[in-house]
C-alpha cells in the first residue's frame, strides 16, 4: 500500500504517553494536538493500550495525525494495532516481518536500532525512520558515525533521556536528528493536563529554538 502521510506535515516529534489509560487518552492527546503535535505513540504496555488507540483514531482520525502503537514487538501485537486502523507503529526492536506488514498496511514505521546492522536491516524491510534507542548507547560519536554511512535522507530519531532544552536537543539535531521521541520528560500518568501542557509547550518552543539555531549557523 502506498503511504498516505508525508511526513514534512508533521512535527517531528513523537509522543510517547506510556501508562496513559482509556479514560484519559482523549484529553492528554487534545492537549498535544493543541501545542502542535501530531505523532502519538500509546505504547501496548500502557493499560488497555489497544482500547485507547482505537479511541485515538475514532476520535481524530489518521488523516492529519499519525496515531498508533509503541512496543510493538511481534506480528500478533502488529496485527491487532492495524486492526484498530491506526497509521503509525514503533518498535523497540528490529522485526523485519513486523516491520514489512506495518508498512504494507500503510503506517509510518519507526524501528528502534542501535548497530549499522540492524539500521539497514530496518530500511531494507520499509522502516520509515529510525529510532535511536536507547540513544545513550549509541551517543553523539556513535549517531555521527552511523549517520555517515546511512542512505541521504534517513530520519533518525533518538529517545530516551531527551529533555525540553536546546542544551538536550540541539546536539543531536546538529548531527542530523530528523527529530525526537519524547517519554517520562513530556508524558507521566502521575502529571497532571496543567503540568503536560506545559511540557508539551517547552518541548515544542525548545525544539523550534534548536532549528532556528541550526538555520542561523
Given at each position: 500500500?502506498?503511504?498516505?502521510?508525508?511526513?514534512?506535515?508533521?512535527?517531528?516529534?513523537?509522543?510517547?504517553?506510556?501508562?496513559?489509560?482509556?479514560?484519559?487518552?482523549?484529553?492528554?492527546?487534545q492537549i498535544l494536538i493543541d501545542e502542535g503535535f501530531?505523532?502519538?505513540?500509546?505504547?501496548?504496555?500502557?493499560?488497555?493500550?489497544?482500547?485507547?488507540?482505537?479511541?485515538?483514531?475514532?476520535?481524530?482520525?489518521?488523516?492529519?495525525?499519525?496515531?498508533?502503537?509503541g512496543t510493538v514487538t511481534n506480528m500478533d501485537l502488529?496485527?491487532?494495532?492495524?486492526?484498530?486502523?491506526?497509521?503509525?507503529?514503533?518498535?523497540?526492536?528490529?522485526?523485519?516481518?513486523?516491520?514489512?506488514?506495518?508498512?504494507?498496511?500503510?503506517?509510518?514505521?519507526?524501528?528502534?536500532?542501535?548497530?549499522?546492522?540492524?539500521?539497514?536491516?530496518?530500511?531494507?524491510?520499509?522502516?520509515?525512520?529510525?529510532?535511536?534507542?536507547?540513544?545513550?548507547?549509541?551517543?553523539?560519536?556513535?549517531?555521527?558515525?552511523?549517520?555517515?554511512?546511512?542512505?541521504?535522507?534517513?530520519?533518525?530519531?533518538?529517545?530516551?533521556?531527551i529533555d525540553a532544552s536546546v542544551a538536550s536537543m540541539?546536539?543531536?539535531?546538529?548531527?542530523?536528528?530528523?527529530?525526537?521521541?519524547?517519554?517520562?520528560?513530556?508524558?507521566?500518568?502521575?502529571?497532571?493536563?496543567?503540568?503536560?501542557?506545559?511540557?508539551?509547550?517547552?518541548?515544542?518552543?525548545?525544539?523550534?529554538?534548536?532549528?532556528?539555531?541550526?538555520?542561523?549557523?
Amino acid at each position: 500500500m502506498k503511504p498516505t502521510f508525508d511526513l514534512t506535515k508533521h512535527l517531528p516529534l513523537i509522543a510517547i504517553i506510556r501508562g496513559v489509560t482509556p479514560q484519559d487518552v482523549i484529553e492528554v492527546t487534545q492537549i498535544l494536538i493543541d501545542e502542535g503535535f501530531t505523532m502519538i505513540e500509546v505504547p501496548l504496555n500502557s493499560p488497555g493500550a489497544i482500547e485507547s488507540i482505537s479511541k485515538l483514531v475514532q476520535q481524530f482520525g489518521t488523516k492529519n495525525y499519525l496515531l498508533g502503537a509503541g512496543t510493538v514487538t511481534n506480528m500478533d501485537l502488529a496485527k491487532q494495532v492495524v486492526g484498530t486502523g491506526a497509521n503509525l507503529v514503533v518498535t523497540p526492536n528490529c522485526n523485519t516481518d513486523v516491520i514489512r506488514f506495518s508498512a504494507d498496511a500503510g503506517c509510518a514505521v519507526f524501528t528502534s536500532i542501535v548497530t549499522p546492522t540492524e539500521a539497514f536491516a530496518a530500511l531494507d524491510a520499509g522502516a520509515t525512520g529510525l529510532k535511536l534507542f536507547p540513544v545513550s548507547m549509541v551517543g553523539l560519536d556513535g549517531f555521527k558515525a552511523l549517520n555517515s554511512v546511512l542512505p541521504k535522507g534517513t530520519r533518525c530519531y533518538p529517545v530516551g533521556g531527551i529533555d525540553a532544552s536546546v542544551a538536550s536537543m540541539n546536539p543531536y539535531v546538529k548531527i542530523g536528528a530528523a527529530g525526537f521521541g519524547l517519554g517520562s520528560a513530556l508524558y507521566k500518568p502521575t502529571m497532571s493536563m496543567a503540568e503536560i501542557r506545559t511540557q508539551a509547550k517547552a518541548f515544542v518552543a525548545q525544539y523550534k529554538l534548536c532549528l532556528n539555531n541550526i538555520s542561523h549557523a
